[in-house]
């Protein structure tokens, strides 16, 4: 999975002075208000690969127990986080910026259904297959919808840790928006690697088992034509 981020910041100044700041540090930021929306495109299927093909993935990717493999699942997440801030002058050390508010934007995009091209005649391996990648997207939509709290409360406990002050307003925002980022990356990382373990359901023996002999009318002739 691919993820990229683009971090907005538009800012407020106020050049104003801590008092009893500890040196190089700035103050922990409370009360920020922080939003996570999540949304996806649909779901495209395409015909772009062929059963052979999807055998070097499963091969390659150590997940033989899926062959034959029929159609595999793809996506990319993008983010993005619109960030206000408030910079604030430090005593001799520079400055300090603080997140006001923080919008977070999560999009799966280019949701896409690769099927073999051998399958598009066959509908019922091909729904059988699409099916089961299907729910492999089901699975990560509501898995993002379901982590928006905990993606806003992991970077509000971020920011209330102590930060250290920067030399201008500039760097001071671009180490906030670096530490905004690399909390979402993380907990992007987290939810990728819960999907995976979760996907063991799906591709559980009895699902697999069940994938492998469906559409045995159907099966038993698509074996003889690839013989």
Request: glycine share 4%; proline share 4%.
């Amino acid at each position: 999975m691919i993820v990229s981020s683009r971090i907005c910041i538009s800012a407020l100044f106020a050049w104003v002075a801590f008092n009893g700041l500890a040196r190089a540090n700035c103050p922990p930021t409370e009360g920020v208000r922080i939003t996570v929306e999540v949304s996806s495109v649909p779901v495209e299927t395409v015909f772009d690969t062929s059963l052979d093909q999807l055998a070097q993935l499963a091969q390659a990717s150590g997940r033989q127990v899926h062959m034959p493999l029929r159609a595999v699942y793809s996506s990319r997440i993008l983010y993005g986080a619109n960030i206000k801030t408030q910079v604030k002058r430090v005593p001799a050390d520079g400055m300090c910026a603080r997140a006001r508010s923080i919008d977070v934007i999560i999009s799966v995009e280019e949701r896409k259904v690769h099927a073999a091209r051998e399958l598009r005649d066959k509908s019922c391996l091909l729904r059988a297959a699409t099916n089961h990648a299907l729910a492999h997207a089901q699975y990560q939509e509501a898995s993002l919808a379901a982590a928006r709290d905990l993606i806003a409360s992991n970077l509000a406990a971020r920011l209330r840790e102590p930060l250290p002050a920067a030399v201008g307003a500039t760097e001071a925002e671009r180490a906030l928006s670096r530490i905004v980022s690399a909390q979402i990356d993380a907990d992007l990382a987290n939810i990728d690697a819960e999907k995976t373990e979760a996907a063991g359901k799906i591709d559980s023996p009895e699902a697999l088992a069940s994938l492998e002999a469906a559409c045995s009318t159907e099966q038993s002739k698509f074996v003889n034509e690839r013989t």
